[in-house]
């Protein structure tokens, strides 16, 4: 089984912590986590235990359930400034919500064409109803435990993006699986965030 978590990972949860609380709470973090270095190297691959201590003193320092701070990283890589790249990256798998939904079991791959020894979960994507789907995030041990939340918060950041209103409901599923339900109740709410494909920029919707 695999112990080691890429270091684009580890990056991202201190990018997070920097960008949202501050240097000096990150710091904090990383002290009492008995980092060696305070800054993760995005190329390397640091111990799944390390990563998870850096976690749960990230989880003290904030003040933050797990679940819940996973669910904020997830919103974060989608909303802010430093990670417009990524963000628009995003909107190209539609021109919808539910094109984008059905755009995520391509992620994985995606991922590994701009990073190749990043290994995110397998995504198996079902429509159980009239816009009713459920997201099965296929977790392969502990070091990809909790992707669920990260996606949940992907997906409310991408529905505000697109204008949609969802309701989502997160389950255990078999053996490690995670799962997502969602519910797409209205893909044109609000107007959105402006965004044009081919375009090298967007501004902000009204």
């Known amino acids: 089984m ?16 920097q960008d949202t609380y501050g240097e000096e709470r990150w710091r904090r973090v990383a002290d009492d986590a008995r980092l060696e270095l305070p800054e ?23 003040d933050k359930p797990r679940a819940a701070m996973l669910e904020d990283i997830g919103t974060y890589l989608m909303t802010h400034p430093n990670n417009e790249r990524l963000r628009r990256l995003m909107r190209y798998g539609g021109e919808d919500f539910i094109d984008f939904l059905h755009s995520l079991e391509e ?8 990073v190749p020894d990043l290994s995110l979960p397998a995504l198996e994507l079902s429509e159980t109803a009239p816009r009713r789907f459920a ?17 949940a918060g992907v997906l409310r950041a991408m529905a505000d993006d697109y204008g949609a209103l969802i309701l989502l409901d997160l389950a255990d599923g078999p053996g490690d699986d995670e799962l997502i339900e969602i519910t797409v109740i209205e893909t044109a709410y609000t107007r959105g965030r402006s965004f044009v494909l081919g375009a090298h920029g967007a501004g902000q919707g009204g």
């Open 40 to 62: 993760f190297e995005a190329m390397l691959d640091y111990e799944a235990q390390l990563i998870g201590r850096v976690l749960t003193r990230a989880e003290l320092e904030l």
């Open 135 to 151: 997201l099965v995030c296929k977790c392969t041990g502990p070091t990809s435990r909790g992707y669920s939340h990260v996606l």
């Open 2 to 17: 695999d112990r080691r978590m890429h270091g684009l990972v580890a990056r991202t949860l201190q990018c997070f912590v």
């Open 107 to 114: 992620l994985p791959g995606r991922a590994r064409l701009a």
